[in-house]
DNA sequence: AATAATTTTAGAATAATTCTAAAAAAGTGA
DNA sequence: TCACTTTTTTAGAATTATTCTAAAATTATT
């Protein structure tokens, strides 16, 4: 067999969902459908399939590693709440590469805003 | 007094090494000068500092939060041992605010690739 | 000096993730 | 199919990084 069924799940959700799910996520999700899966279960895919570069792992600090399809594409990141947003910039390969002597595997954009949601929340007065 | 002698010797500490401190690290080099601080007095102050923006915090997936100067500037991050690098691209400011509508903070660029002592130790054979 | 406010401290608590060793499941070959 | 090897899963302990807590110490204010 290729992929366990476990893989196979994993992959489908965090590929076929609109994404940027944590472990704890991704683990109620799978429970739905094996409920006896572990949570060591989902960490031990999670790291395989992103190790295998078939997701894709982000780290935003002060929340959980999420997960993500693997297409390249960059994010807006929200300085208060954290949330997520795939956003696709213009590639940057080149400007890079012509920028640089040595060869590099692949780079992260975030770009860190407020989201309209927080926003909103701020100018409303009660929260800052 | 505007800043405590914590604050004062992080601050110094952060901005005049070659950076990329983590808490525990600062811990250490703090603990020379006062032997008696505590951790918790690290990170208080490494939180002060960053959320006043007088340091910045960096954190890449696998390792604690570090810590860096706040001049913008661009890191490259080896994909196997974690080590960061300073490193100063064109400044994108300008290219990524006419691809969007909404209002930005800062963005973070992050290069991953091998770095020269990881990739030797590859050509070795003996590390994968 | 008395009081109030801020900072520091030690250690407990929490959160996210990895590790461990045993059990279960899947794959292999005679 | 049976015996055996390999891989995967499991539960729970362990680890790591960080925050929280409440008391003690320090600093500032009246």
Redesign the pocket.
């Known amino acids: 067999?290729?992929m366990?069924?476990?893989?196979r799940e994993i992959y489908r959700l965090i590929t076929e969902s609109t994404g940027h799910m944590?472990?704890?996520q991704v683990f109620h999700e799978v429970k739905n459908i094996?409920p006896?899966?572990?949570?060591?279960?989902i960490?031990?895919?999670?790291?395989?399939l992103s190790d295998a570069g078939m997701i894709r792992k982000i780290?935003v600090?002060?929340?959980?590693?999420r997960y993500d399809r693997p297409a390249k594409h960059d994010h807006m990141v929200c300085r208060r709440c954290g949330k997520l947003m795939d956003v696709q910039f213009r590639d940057l390969t080149d400007v890079l590469k012509s920028q640089m002597n040595e060869e590099f595997l692949f780079y992260d954009l975030k770009v860190y805003y407020i989201c309209p949601k927080c926003r909103r929340k701020e100018e409303d007065g009660t929260v800052r």
Do not use: I, Q, R, W
């Open positions: 067999m290729c366990t069924k476990y893989e944590s472990a704890e094996y006896s899966v572990s949570l060591a279960t960490y031990n895919n999670l790291n395989k780290s600090e002060g929340s959980p590693d």
